[in-house]
């Protein structure tokens, strides 16, 4: 077996090793609900759900927060924590790795903030109207000292920046900005360059 199948091999097997260590820790039934809608066993998903209305822009609408939440969720399962990066040939001959997975911080966040909610204001966050929310996840991000530009999902050290990389990163974001099927990240041919996107359908651009 090559040196590369060899490492995939092991990725697989840790992969799933650490899926049946959870299937084993978790009750049976929360695995089986995880299992069919594709959520992650990591985050507590109703409570990412109202942290997530107070976060995505109130314009994609309800719909388009729980499409915005499946892709974070999906993206999340399938992160590979500490992945060998690509080799930059010309300027390093060093190694580089990934980072951790930021799931662990991004939920101890979250628990936190639900807490700071019902000291607060006697309920837990996603009993809170969104107003609310939204102050106590800003007075958040001040004391995490957040960046104001977007880095790479994985890298944001607060759960607010990295939704809000993960959602400004998608191409259906850029389609829903300009209400049109600019399919970002593709290619396009130098024949179509003078073609205008086709335009969203109105209940598209409204979910």
């Not at 609900?33 to 609408?61: T, Y």
């Not at 996840?137 to 050290?157: M, N, T, V």
Request: some cysteine.
């Amino acid at each position: 077996m090559k040196e590369g199948e060899d490492r995939n091999s092991r990725r697989t097997f840790l992969k799933r090793s650490g899926a049946a260590m959870a299937a084993v820790a978790a009750p049976a039934g929360a695995v089986a609900e995880a299992a069919q809608e594709g959520q992650s066993l990591s985050l507590d998903l109703p409570l990412l759900h109202a942290f997530a209305e107070a976060v995505l822009p109130e314009e994609i609408g309800a719909q388009g927060v729980r499409d915005a939440l499946r892709d974070f969720v999906t993206w999340l399962d399938g992160f590979e924590p500490v992945a060998e990066l690509p080799h930059p040939y010309l300027s390093s001959v060093e190694v580089q790795y990934g980072p951790p997975h930021p799931a662990p911080r991004w939920a101890s966040q979250l628990q936190a903030l639900d807490l700071l909610a019902t000291k607060e204001h006697g309920a837990p966050l996603a009993e809170l109207p969104v107003a609310a929310r939204r102050g106590l996840i800003a007075a958040d991000l001040e004391r995490h000292d957040a960046d104001a530009d977007f880095p790479r999902p994985a890298y944001a050290g607060h759960v607010a920046v990295g939704l809000l990389a993960r959602f400004y990163s998608r191409p259906r974001t850029a389609d829903l900005a300009y209400g049109a099927r600019i399919n970002a990240r593709a290619c396009r041919d130098l024949a179509s360059g003078a073609t205008m996107p086709e335009r969203l359908a109105t209940t598209e651009a409204q979910n």
